[in-house]
Nanobody, 121 residues
Framework: QLQLVESGGGLVQPGGSLRLSCAAS????????IGWFRQAPGKEREEISC????????NYADSVKGRFTISRDNAKNTVYLQMNSLEPEDTAIYYC??????????????WGQGTQVTVSS
């Protein structure tokens, strides 16, 4: 069974940091680009970052550029999202998803269950 599991969410104060992990089971991530998404209450889901299968290319939404860093360790079958300088506006459920392609240009067809990130004082 193909599965993605996110972890690392929680409550953090503004200006703080969190590192999210996205671990795969049932398949290897080596062949797929992986994206991170988030959805805040009352808002549409937003793609915030993506990394190619080999990790050579990444992209970021303007809302997180310069604060978030995506990376991957294919040996551990895991993708990470390092989030720094967190703001209350970053509060959302964060999801990872596997792209059908090695590059960040196709559709996403495997999703994790999400992890809650709350930024509040």
């Amino acid at each position: 069974q193909l599965q993605l599991v996110e972890s690392g969410g929680g409550l953090v104060q503004p200006g703080g940091s969190l590192r999210l992990s996205c671990a795969a089971s049932g398949f290897t991530l080596d062949y797929y680009a992986i994206g991170w998404f988030r959805q805040a209450p009352g808002k549409e889901r937003e793609e915030i970052s993506c990394i190619t299968n080999n990790g050579y290319r990444t992209n970021y939404a303007d809302s997180v550029k310069g604060r978030f860093t995506i990376s991957r360790d294919n040996a551990k079958n895991t993708v990470y999202l390092q989030m720094n300088s967190l703001e209350p506006e970053d509060t959302a459920i964060y999801y990872c998803a596997a792209n059908i392609k090695a590059y960040c240009s196709g559709a996403y067809n495997s999703w994790g269950q999400g992890t809650q990130v709350t930024v509040s004082s």
